[in-house]
């Protein structure tokens, strides 16, 4: 079989490393924007092109006889590649761009959610203008700001963290407005957590329930970043997460499947993740994404224990009930290092010296091979995972691989630390009062 990995990051490294854990005979090929050192040696063969280059992906996979594809980021989702793909006849796990928008477009995935009473959708209006802007923020009090399109998670803006109080926040809406629409939501309050579903058009099969750590600086403090780290626990919840909780969750995302094929025709297939907000109610959805996270994909796909070249097969055939989909119960800690300045001013270029990581797996992401040596770009470096029986066994196996990895890096020793997690605990305790 000849399977193709898109895109260049740490997601689609873990990706790449899932694949050629395969037993069966596959052939590996990947397209991605600049040479991740991870992905090349994993490759028979690699092209370097834009991912949303969608002409120039499909004649790549017709050329190299490509059997399934998978698609990791976001953008060529939106560019229409998975359709472009199917249309070749090449199997894809990755949605169709008319059910991709439930990422893409962000006032679209908030008017579906409300059309199709979904649960845990957030009081919410889609502004195209300033028209009544200012009443709706003024009567929810505490909102949350957002740019309708892909923004690279760095458009967000909520009151309490980057606005300071209802004047800012109509300010910044007022600015976003000059570039298109925004939504503009309720503040919810609680604890994050995500969980990824494999889809086939019909049936979710789930992964373990994962928290990321978005702000750059331990403590969570600082702008919001791409996501610092994430901990999956030893099961599919997590220490703050009751079942019914994870229940309830999984129950938005079957839902939303069935109606995102009522409501375009085109049935789900690829990776849906939700985020979400557990509150003194219950999850709320903060959005859907098309895709795996990143970092979060770096939790559970080493977790994996079914081959997982059948279920990307079972993804694009449909063929998802008929897999016995299984992950080891095991814990995981992903840390990222980050250039230094990381997210707003960055470094670049600088060479990243990866020494003993011990028994931690690691993951290149945004950097570039020259010269056998790695170097930075300026957006997350690189990844490293633990895992272990618990949260506190697998940060220590990330921590000291992260000790050794030198370079003008910055990172949160705080990720998966005991301390860290009982914070977690504790604000949801109180949030639910008990
Ligand atoms: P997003 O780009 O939608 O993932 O949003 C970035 C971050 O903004 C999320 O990880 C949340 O921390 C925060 N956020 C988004 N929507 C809300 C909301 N309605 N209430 C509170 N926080 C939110
Ligand atoms: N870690 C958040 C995301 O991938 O969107």
Redesign the pocket.
């Known amino acids: 079989m000849n399977v193709l990995v898109i895109g260049g990051g740490g997601r689609e490294h873990a990706i790449a490393d899932a694949m050629a854990r395969s037993k069966q005979d596959t052939t590996m090929f990947a397209v991605m924007s600049k040479k991740n050192p991870g992905i090349a040696g994993l490759c028979r063969d690699f092209l370097l092109a834009s991912e949303t280059d969608v002409g120039k992906v499909v004649d790549y996979a017709r050329s190299k006889n490509i059997d399934v594809a998978v698609i990791g980021p976001e953008t060529p989702l939106a560019a229409g590649l998975a359709d472009a793909l199917s249309d070749a006849g090449i199997g894809v796990a990755g949605p169709k761009k008319a059910v991709a928008q439930i990422e893409f477009d ?1 006032a679209w995935a908030r008017n579906f959610m409300k059309e199709h009473n979904i649960a845990g959708c ?1 009081d919410f209006k889609v502004f195209t203008d300033e028209n009544g802007l200012n009443a709706f923020i003024a009567k929810l009090g505490s ?2 700001i ?1 740019p309708a399109g892909l ?1 690279g ?6 009151m309490g ?1 980057q606005l300071p109080d209802i004047g800012s926040a109509v300010v910044y809406a007022a600015k976003l407005l000059e570039h298109g629409s925004v939504v503009v ?5 609680g604890e ?1 957590f995500t969980v990824q579903a494999f889809v086939d058009g019909k049936s979710l099969a789930f992964a373990p329930s994962v928290q ?1 750590h ?1 702000r750059i600086f331990e403590g969570d403090l600082g702008p ?1 970043t791409g996501g610092m780290g994430s901990y999956t626990d030893a099961g599919i919840l997590l220490p703050f997460l009751a079942e019914d909780d994870l229940k309830q969750a999984k129950q938005i995302m079957v839902d939303t499947v069935r109606a995102l094929h009522e409501e375009t025709g085109v049935p789900y297939q690829g990776i849906l993740y939700g ?1 979400f ?1 557990l509150t003194k109610d219950g999850p ?1 959805v ?2 859907f994404n098309a895709r795996f996270g990143d970092p979060e994909a770096m939790n559970v796909l080493p977790l994996l224990e079914t081959d997982f070249v059948d279920v990307v097969s079972a993804i694009a055939n449909g063929t998802l009930a008929d897999l016995d989909v299984r992950f080891s119960e095991r814990a995981t800690v992903c840390k990222y290092a980050v250039p230094k300045g990381y997210p707003d001013n960055p470094t670049k270029d600088s060479e990243v010296i990866v020494g003993d990581i011990g028994d931690a797996i690691l993951l290149y992401s945004s950097v570039y091979e020259k010269d056998n040596r790695v170097y930075t770009t300026g957006s997350r470096a690189v990844a490293v995972v633990g895992i272990a029986d618990t949260i506190a066994d697998a940060e220590a196996i990330a921590q000291n691989a992260l000790d050794n990895i030198k370079g003008d890096l910055q990172s949160r020793r705080d990720i998966g630390t005991a301390e860290l997690v009982q914070k977690r605990i504790d604000h949801m305790k109180e949030i639910r009062g008990n």
């Open positions: 962000k957030p909102v949350a957002k923004t998670g760095k458009g967000v803006k909520v963290d939501e309720e503040k919810l309050i994050e990321d978005k919001n985020q907000m709320k903060i959005e």
